[in-house]
């Protein structure tokens, strides 16, 4: 099966410009997942959608930070604006939570590595 | 925040040595995780363990559950270069609006020598 796909893989911007991050999870997979992982540490997690709806959203930065998933598949994240400290590698993930006997396991794209200038 | 704490935070080691790495965490779990990470690359789920099993193997992989210690190790036998990589564990807490939700610790970087 096709894996979680994300665009772009790279993007370098100024501070306080906006960019945006495109993710395709697995096909049939109700959750989806958006993290944001600084070098030298583990991800962390700032949104979970479970179909088109936000379960989790309570590190996600309100105030620069949106996220959509409108039709219950791919998802954007934005962030406008950017600040020096956003640089950091962006991952989308999927997972069949929702279903019953759903399996817990996440399965992860590549990730965006976004550096801000 | 961070729930998990990996131990060691690097690890170097030679091929056909086994590697073990521990995972220390806070909270009441559902399950654990172990997930590696390539350099510059996405994370690729290893291995699962949920709160009431102690004890699971996938292949060369072991963990090892430990809730009344709120500890877990993983251990990798006769390693390969391939292995290396920085290694995660994950607790999830299960239960509501946290049912499927991770949270990851900081990382060991395993580094295999051929």
């Known amino acids: 099966e096709a894996g979680v796909a994300q665009s772009p893989r790279y993007k370098i911007i100024e501070k306080r410009q906006s960019v945006a991050f495109w993710c395709n999870p697995i096909?049939?997979?109700?959750?989806l997942y958006w993290y944001q992982q600084i070098l030298g540490q583990g991800p962390k997690l700032l949104i979970q959608?479970?179909?088109?709806?936000?379960?989790?959203d309570s590190q996600l930065p309100k105030d620069r930070f949106s996220a959509e998933r409108l039709k219950g598949v791919d998802s954007t994240l934005k962030i406008q604006p950017a600040k020096l400290e956003d640089s950091a590698v962006y991952l989308c993930?999927?997972?069949?939570?929702?279903?019953?006997?759903?399996?817990?396991?996440?399965?992860f794209g590549p990730g965006t590595r976004l550096t801000v200038l | 925040s961070q729930q998990g704490e990996e131990d060691p935070q690097a690890l170097s080691i030679q091929e056909g040595e086994n590697a073990t790495m521990n995972c220390s965490y806070k909270?009441?779990?559902?399950?654990l995780q172990w997930y590696r990470q390539n350099s510059g690359r996405g994370l690729v789920h290893l291995i699962l363990?949920?709160?009431?099993?102690r004890e699971k193997h996938s292949g060369r992989l072991r963990v090892t559950l430990d809730t009344s210690k709120k500890s877990s190790s993983l251990l990798i036998t006769a390693s390969r270069a391939a292995d290396t990589a920085s290694y995660f564990c994950?607790?999830?807490?299960?239960?509501?609006?946290?049912?499927?939700?991770?949270?990851f610790g900081q990382g060991t970087i395993l580094t295999v020598h051929p």
């Open positions: 993930a999927s997972s069949l939570i929702g279903l019953a006997g759903a399996r817990l396991e996440q399965f």
């Open positions: 096909s049939g997979h109700a959750t």
């Open positions: 959608f479970q179909n088109n709806g936000v379960v989790d």
């Open positions: 909270t009441s779990i559902n399950n």
């Open positions: 363990i949920r709160s009431n099993e």
């Open positions: 994950a607790t999830g807490r299960g239960g509501g609006t946290s049912y499927g939700k991770l949270t």
